[in-house]
């Protein structure tokens, strides 16, 4: 029987290599409008969510939201909105991705007290449903199917 890996890049999917955090989550590298960041992947996470602080880093144009937040022990939390962003997750990308952005001091201060390292932001699940994620826990990496653009640019 073939490997997963092998299955899926025969299927036009990415391996991206994911760290194993000392709380127990998965956490990858990511750029957001050019700018690199960490992020949690979180498939509980409706929304790809970046922290409030980091408006600036990423180049984020936001405009006010209606919709609070919760997670991670927090509720009704002030959202912001931010539209037409790049998300590059090694080869994947994803152009007009619309984010959600919130406080995550909250989340980096549970993280810090853990002895792990501060995020920049989350990746939800819209991003994982978009790019027909899959998740290899054993070997540590998330698979991510390339469109159909970026599969005839590849080849070229």
Not at 8 to 23: D, F, G, H, M, S
Not at 122 to 144: E, P, T
Request: net charge positive; proline share 3%; charged share 30%.
């Amino acid at each position: 029987m073939a490997s997963l890996r092998k299955f899926l890049e025969k299927k036009n999917y990415v391996r991206i290599p994911l760290v194993y955090t000392a709380t127990n989550h998965f956490e990858l590298r990511a750029k957001i409008n050019g700018q690199p960041g960490r992020f949690i992947v979180d498939t509980g996470a409706s929304n790809t969510c970046v922290s409030f602080d980091k408006i600036d880093y990423f180049k984020l144009t936001t405009k006010e939201s209606e919709v609070k937040a919760a997670g991670a022990g927090a509720t009704d939390m002030a959202t912001l909105i931010s539209s037409k962003n790049k998300l590059e997750i090694g080869a994947w990308t994803k152009n007009k991705l619309k984010l959600v952005l919130f406080d995550l001091v909250h989340v980096n201060e549970a993280l810090v007290a853990h002895e792990a390292l501060p995020v920049d932001g989350i990746i939800g699940a819209d991003v994982l449903k978009k790019a027909k994620a899959v998740i290899d826990y054993d070997k540590k990496c998330l698979y991510l199917r390339l469109n159909p653009k970026k599969e005839m640019s590849s080849k070229t």
